[in-house]
């Protein structure tokens, strides 16, 4: 499945560059705030991500990262500024400062897909159903269709053999791929990926790691919230350091892992070093 148009695929682990800025703006965030009561969780942040770029959020627990996922998608509105995908604005009907109704806002996050830490699968749906309900049932599309589509997905990430199964009787790891599995199904214009390796046992990490990183390599716009730092070097296009709901850096992987211009981001990264490995700053 080509995610990307006529985007050059990355060779090996090496990131596309996007320095220049060509491809086409995907997502786009403007002055992004949000308080919960007296809590300031994101200050005025805004990003933009270019058709086929991975961009990894990293940053402590706690600084915004996850809330700023889901104020993309509008599963937290937004305070104040605006969000903006294949120039669609979400949430407010262009051109006026009305909300979108429910039915209205289904339809702009089916450009948006979303994989969530703790899965967030139908538990009473087998595997096949959970994948294939979005695109029957929000985007009005062919059953058959959908389902050919399901299985080429399942076998895709790994699953065709627990295409009957239910959530119950899978592994983390499993549930992940068909969380994955799912998001694709909506053919997003962006994926969103909330630590989708957090709640995972170790052993399992890597299986959902591969399968990013095979939608990366074939130029899926993508924005995940990770902890996975030598994931996060190999696979970004860039990196978007976040601390105390701001951004404070932002930039190439390599360069952002070798030598991190702010003192926030040297003293978060140091974190998750050897005690014997030399730091460049």
């Known amino acids: 499945m080509n995610f990307s148009g006529d985007l050059p695929l990355r060779a090996g682990n090496a990131p596309l560059s996007f320095d220049d800025n060509t491809a086409p703006v995907v997502l786009q965030l403007n002055g992004i705030s949000k308080s919960f009561g007296s809590s300031h969780v994101l200050r005025d942040v805004s990003l933009k991500v270019h058709q086929g770029e991975t961009v990894c959020l990293l940053g402590p627990s706690g600084c915004g990262k996850s809330t700023l996922l889901r104020c993309i998608n509008w599963l937290e509105v937004p305070d104040g500024g605006t969000v903006h995908v294949s ?9 006026s400062a009305h909300k979108m109704t429910d039915a209205e806002l289904a339809h702009s996050r089916a450009r948006i897909g979303m994989v969530f830490q703790h899965f967030a699968l139908w538990p009473h749906l087998s595997v096949l159903h959970n994948v294939m309900e979005a695109p029957i049932h929000v985007l009005k599309r062919p059953r058959d269709e959908v389902r050919a589509e399901a299985e080429s997905l399942l076998n895709r990430v790994g699953l065709a053999d627990k295409m009957d199964a239910f959530p119950s009787r899978l592994s983390g790891g499993q549930k992940q791929r068909v969380g994955i599995a799912r998001a694709l199904a909506m053919k997003p214009d962006v994926l969103l990926f909330d630590e989708p390796t957090s709640a995972l046992d170790p ?4 299986e959902v790691l591969g399968v990013m ?3 990366a390599e074939e130029g899926a716009t993508m924005v995940i919230v990770t902890h996975e730092m030598e994931f996060a070097r190999q696979v970004a296009s860039r990196i978007v350091f976040m601390d105390a709901g701001e951004v404070i850096e932002t930039g190439h992987p390599e360069q952002f892992f070798a030598a991190p211009q702010t003192q926030r981001a040297q003293q978060f990264l140091a974190r998750f070093r050897a005690p014997h490995e030399a730091r460049p700053w």
Not at 87 to 95: F, H, I, L, S, Y
Not at 203 to 206: P, Q, R
């Open 87 to 95: 120039n669609q604005r979400m949430g407010v009907r262009d051109g």
């Open 203 to 206: 052993e399992l990490v890597g």
């Open 213 to 215: 990183r095979g939608l």
